[in-house]
C-alpha cells in the first residue's frame, strides 16, 4: 500500500491519488454509475469487479493500482482508471504487458484533462514495471487520443444455446457430466490452455496464482469473472481429446 495515496494536485480543487481499500464503496458505485449502458441503473457486474480489485487479493493488482480523481471541495470520486499487469507471449517469446481498465469520467467534469493526467501517470508505472506495452479494450477513436491504435482481434469462440441440445432418448443416461471447475483442476486447465493457445501468435500467459483466481478469487457476480468447467464421462474422467498423449 502505497504510505501517501496523494499523486498530486491537479486544477480546481481536484487530486490525483492512489485509491485504498476504504474508497471500495465509493469507487464501486462511481465504476457502477459511469459504465452503465442504461441510465439511472448502475452496472452490478462492474460495482462486483471493482470491489474485488480493492478487497480481495489479486495475483498482479493491488488496490494502489487504481488512480482516482477527487473532488476536495465535495469529497466525490470524479475520475478514475486502473493499470493490470500481466504477461503475454509472443510466439513463445514472454513479455510485460500493462492493461489499463475501468475508465470514466463523471459528465460534469469532462473535457478538463483527467483522463490524459491519469494515463500519463499509469503509462509512468508501466514504464518503471519493464513493460514494454500497453493494451485496451474500448472505443477505439477515443483512445488513439492517448497513443493506443487498433491492433489484435479480440475474443472468439464457439457458442450455442440449450434448446440445439436433443434431448435424451428414454432408457439412455447421459455419457458425460459438466461441473464447475475447482482447484485440483488447476493442472488439466493449465495444460488444455496452453494447448489451445499454441495456435495463436499471441496469448497471455498463466500461472497457478491466476487459475486459482479465477476459481475461487472472484465474487459470483463480477462481470470480469470467467465461470469455468470441467466435462467427465460417467467414470468421473476427463474425455481426452486427439492431441493429447499417453
Known sequence: MTPNPLIRQLDDNLILRHA????????????????SDFEG???????????????????????????????TQTGNIVSSMNLISQTWSYEGIPFKVG????????????????VRAQFDEV????????????AITGIPYYYRLFGYEMTLNLGGGRAGYAPQVPELP???????????????????????????????????????????????????DNGNRM???IIENSAGGVQPSEHDQP
Open 170 to 220: 428414454e432408457g439412455q443416461s447421459e455419457p458425460y457430466t459438466v461441473r464447475p471447475a475447482v482447484e485440483a483442476d488447476i493442472p488439466l486447465l493449465s495444460r488444455l490452455y496452453d494447448q489451445a493457445a499454441s495456435r495463436a501468435p499471441v496469448h497471455v500467459l498463466r500461472d497457478e496464482a491466476l487459475w486459482l483466481n479465477e476459481i475461487s478469487g472472484k465474487s459470483p
Open 99 to 114: 492493461r489499463p481498465e475501468l475508465v470514466g469520467t463523471d459528465l460534469a467534469y469532462r473535457n478538463r484533462g483527467l
Open 20 to 35: 485504498t481499500p476504504d474508497d471500495a464503496d465509493a469507487l464501486a458505485d462511481f465504476n457502477g454509475r459511469i459504465h
Open 227 to 229: 465461470v469455468l468447467c
Open 41 to 71: 441503473e448502475l452496472d452490478q457486474g462492474v460495482i462486483a469487479w471493482t470491489r474485488d480489485l480493492l478487497l480481495k487479493p489479486h495475483p498482479t493488482f493491488s488496490p494502489g493500482d487504481f488512480t482516482i480523481v477527487q473532488d
Open 123 to 134: 503509462h509512468r508505472w508501466s514504464a518503471a514495471r519493464g513493460e514494454l506495452v500497453q
